[in-house]
């Protein structure tokens, strides 16, 4: 059974570049969260999505950053016009159900730097 | 959403139990206790949760104190593999989309 994947693995952007980072589920998990990790910092929540359907993206900056579940295919988190900050790793995570004695598994990330 | 308090870190010896502590004092009924480790450069992965009950499984065993404030990670025998930040994050239907991670734990296995 593959776990969640997510690439790539490193993405190297310059200043006002875009990032497009990618994120498969599990096999039968329609359940998708995107966290963010600063350096030094623990996970922060950044969106949650179902198949075609942003359910909670309270943790999203408002700007520059956009995420997508289509019908087929990954999910992709969008980054516009990277800045220094957006340097970070950022993870993904399935479940089969939200429901919050249910586990979400997390797949071993994208490690973005902007120069 | 309900806090967590974890030590920063701790240190075990390597085939000893370890018992991770955490505190959360204003947990609600409905809150269940997740315990994750992240180990150097990857994901976090899955240890074990629980509401109420003490809970088992192959890697580890959850205590859950009888009124629910506080609960211990419990690893049997720590190998150099188990060296990771421990994170025990509460979640229920309120912050059932997220999980909400605090600095956790970083345990130190030293052989």
């Known amino acids: 059974n593959a776990g969640v994947m997510q690439n790539p693995r490193h993405l190297v952007r310059r200043r006002g570049q875009e990032a497009r980072l990618r994120c498969s589920p599990m096999k039968g998990h329609s359940h998708v969260y995107w966290y963010r990790q600063l350096p030094e910092e623990g996970l922060k929540f950044m969106v949650y999505?179902?198949?075609?359907?942003?359910?909670?993206e309270s943790g999203m900056p408002k700007e520059r950053f956009s995420a997508e579940f289509p019908k087929e295919g990954p999910s992709i988190l969008r980054i516009q016009q990277v800045v220094r900050g957006d340097s970070a790793a950022y993870f993904c995570?399935?479940?089969?159900?939200?429901?919050?004695?249910?586990?979400?598994?997390f797949g071993p990330g994208t490690r973005l730097t902007v120069t | 959403d309900a806090k967590t308090t974890q030590p920063n870190s701790m240190e075990s010896n390597e085939e000893e139990p370890v018992h991770l502590p955490c505190n959360h004092s204003t947990i609600s009924g409905t809150d269940y206790i997740h315990w994750y480790r992240q180990l150097p450069s990857q994901g976090p992965e899955y240890v074990i949760h629980g509401l109420t009950s003490n809970v088992n499984n192959r890697m580890a065993s959850l205590a859950i104190a009888e009124d629910r404030k506080s609960s211990t990670l419990i690893l049997h025998r720590a190998t150099l593999r188990d060296a990771a930040v421990y994170y025990c994050i509460l979640r229920d239907y309120r912050t059932g989309n997220q999980f909400y991670f605090g600095t956790g734990t970083s345990l130190t296995v030293i052989p």
């Open positions: 999505l179902q198949k075609e359907n942003i359910i909670d």
């Open positions: 995570a399935s479940s089969a159900i939200s429901h919050p004695g249910y586990e979400q598994y």
